[in-house]
């Protein structure tokens, strides 16, 4: 039902959330039961620890990059198990990938695939796994790949928004690449067509 109203109230409302990130981040925690005093392993398996093998599992759907970034079932359980092993979890792995199914993080495609149940989850996470690994970040913002990257680079900004570095970089080759136009405004000073040209009244205060 909470995603239900996430999607409504992106697509259907005449008034957009100001900061659509912040928005998700909040039916995430939702979808995950982040205060949910019964939540599965809630001693050590936090939610951060969720976010974080989320997000693992979306880049690996990225590298494997199959129709619709899916992963075949045994691929998306290995994921987990190599995740629970690398930070030291004794966990049992099907318990955790059924969890996140029966969240309706994921579902199940083609019989013996998983994906993402919505593809604005897909992107959330690998914005997480930006901020979560610094070098799958470098990869997203070079120069030769950060257009390919727009929802997570938007995603990410909304949720870190202290990173001035990466919108001083993006803002600098956005100057660059329109600098390619400078010559034409010499050209066309004085010749502008006047016919979209607003002239609004002196006392209109809504500006």
């Given at each position: ?5 996430f999607?409504?109230?992106t ?10 990130a ?17 939540n ?32 075949l ?12 092993a ?16 029966r ?16 593809s ?12 979560f ?17 727009i ?25 660059l690449?329109?600098s ?7 050209q ?18 809504r500006?």
């Amino acid at each position: 039902m909470s995603v239900s109203l996430f999607l409504w109230s992106t697509e259907h409302s005449d008034r957009k959330p100001i900061n659509n990130a912040v928005l998700l981040d909040i039916y995430i925690e939702i979808i995950l039961e982040k205060l949910n005093q019964d939540n599965i392993y809630r001693g050590s398996f936090d939610f951060t620890n969720k976010l974080q093998l989320l997000a693992n599992i979306a880049q690996e759907m990225l590298v494997v990059s199959e129709e619709n970034y899916s992963l075949l079932y045994s691929d998306y359980i290995k994921v987990i198990e190599t995740y629970l092993a690398k930070v030291g979890f004794d966990y049992e792995t099907d318990k955790i990938a059924d969890y996140f199914i029966r969240r309706k993080l994921f579902t199940k495609y083609q019989g013996n695939r998983i994906k993402f149940s919505q593809s604005c989850f897909f992107h959330f996470f690998l914005a997480k796994r930006m901020e979560f690994n610094s070098d799958f970040k470098d990869y997203v913002i070079a120069e030769e790949n950060y257009c390919k990257y727009i929802p997570e680079i938007d995603y990410y900004t909304g949720l870190v928004r202290s990173d001035k570095e990466l919108l001083n970089t993006i803002f600098n080759r956005f100057k660059l690449e329109f600098s390619k136009t400078d010559h034409v405004f010499p050209q066309i000073e004085n010749k502008w067509d006047r016919f979209f040209i607003v002239k609004l009244k002196e006392d209109d205060s809504r500006y």
